[in-house]
Antibody
Framework: EVQVVESGGGLVQPGRSLRLSCAASGFTFDDSAMHWVRQAPGKGLEWVSGISWNSGHIDYVDSVKGRFTISRDNARNSLYLQMNSLRPEDTALYYC???????????????WGQGTMVTVSS | QSVLTQPPSVSGTPGQTVTISCSGSSSNIGSNNVNWYQQLPGTAPKLLIYGNSQRPSGVPDRFSGSNSGTSASLAISGLQSEDEADYSCAAWDDSLNGYVFGTGTKVTVL
């Protein structure tokens, strides 16, 4: 079964850090770009970051640039999101999503995890 | 940042056809593929349409996508109660170098 499973969410104070992980299985991980998409409570979807199959192309939404870092370990079939200097507005359910292609642009998110909740509050 | 505009809600009776619009610009819909996602209550999103009009395996042909210029549309024909969900469009934006999602549309089956 093709699946991705997120972990690492939790309650954290503003300004602190958190690292999210995404474990992939059932598909050839290094054949796919991977993405993080978040959804604040009661709000719509927001793409956060994406990484191409070989980590050669990485992009972020403007609001997290300089604070978040996406990475992947193809040997471990894993995707990560290091989140520093967290803000209350980062509070959301963070989804890991598999890309249908190898590269970032014009990709489609064809497999989604169930998400991991990040709450930033004092 | 939602730069793709969708109506907040649409509704229809079983068997009807409803259409959801997605309005963007030349840097996103006007030059890149549009994908559509369905999110049933309390669940993760699911890819419904990719590449403007292609359906992944398992998606009923009641769902169809199209686009013209800087706008895209999702049509649901033969509306069923299980189609009650939130629907979002998405596209790569060449100016932002990232993906943008639509504001989301809630479909209600009356």
């Amino acid at each position: 079964e093709v699946q991705v499973v997120e972990s690492g969410g939790g309650l954290v104070q503003p300004g602190r850090s958190l690292r999210l992980s995404c474990a992939a299985s059932g598909f050839t991980f290094d054949d796919s770009a991977m993405h993080w998409v978040r959804q604040a409570p009661g709000k719509g979807l927001e793409w956060v970051s994406g990484i191409s199959w070989n980590s050669g192309h990485i992009d972020y939404v403007d609001s997290v640039k300089g604070r978040f870092t996406i990475s992947r370990d193809n040997a471990r079939n894993s995707l990560y999101l290091q989140m520093n200097s967290l803000r209350p507005e980062d509070t959301a359910l963070y989804y890991c999503a598999k890309g249908a292609w190898q590269y970032l642009a014009n990709d489609a998110f064809d497999v989604w995890g169930q998400g991991t909740m990040v709450t930033v509050s004092s | 940042q939602s730069v793709l505009t969708q109506p907040p809600s649409v509704s229809g009776t079983p068997g009807q056809t409803v259409t959801i619009s997605c309005s963007g610009s030349s840097s996103n819909i006007g030059s890149n593929n549009v994908n559509w996602y369905q999110q049933l209550p309390g669940t993760a999103p699911k890819l419904l349409i990719y590449g403007n009009s292609q359906r992944p395996s398992g998606v009923p042909d009641r769902f169809s996508g199209s686009n013209s210029g800087t706008s895209a549309s999702l049509a649901i024909s033969g509306l069923q109660s299980e189609d009650e969900a939130d629907y979002s469009c998405a596209a790569w934006d060449d100016s932002l170098n990232g993906y943008v999602f639509g504001t989301g549309t809630k479909v209600t089956v009356l």
